[in-house]
């Protein structure tokens, strides 16, 4: 019998130091998960579906034992994963979080961003009465179709 018994829709592990190197940032080797062997012995052939992991302050993903891992950024500030001439470089931009949707055959992780940016394109709520009562197949060609009205009608509309 394994313990912990797996979980009925399997287990999120999370983690505060990411199991997984960066060879961009050399800063990054201290702050890296130590003794991963160990953690790959519980991870290999469990019911792990995912690895959750911070202490970066920037987004990155990779996999560990097949299994995959989301590193978040951060809300105060985030790093700049390839600084020129420092050894850690904290910058005022970027700030976020990961959502994670668990579907029961794949995690969707979606970055958050915490500040708004400028926006630089729209399309405003009036076009959900055109694709209104469309397939999905129809409304995914408007949308893909130069000529089609979503692409002309509402062309930079509420901008």
Partial sequence: ????????????????HPPLPLP????????????????????RGS?????????????????????????????CYTSDPAPVDRF??????GQSFTMIHAYADRLV??????VAGPEVSAVGLDIMAAIEGLT?????????????PFNTQFEDHDR
């Avoid at 019998?1 to 505060?16: S, V």
């Avoid at 850690?88 to 931009?93: I, K």
């Fill in 47 to 75: 019911d792990v579906r995912g690895i959750l992991a911070g202490h970066l302050h920037f987004s990155t993903y990779s996999l560990f034992e097949g299994v995959p891992v989301s590193v978040a950024s951060a809300s």
């Fill in 1 to 16: 019998m394994c313990w912990p018994p797996p979980a009925e829709h399997g287990t999120l592990l999370a983690l505060h």
């Fill in 88 to 93: 850690v470089s904290g910058v005022d931009g």
């Fill in 109 to 114: 992780h979606t970055i958050v961003p915490l």
């Fill in 24 to 43: 961009m940032l050399r800063a990054a080797e201290l702050i890296e998960l130590l003794e991963q062997d160990r953690l790959a012995a519980v991870v």
């Fill in 136 to 148: 999905v197949e129809e409304a995914r060609e408007m949308a893909s179709n130069k000529t089609s």
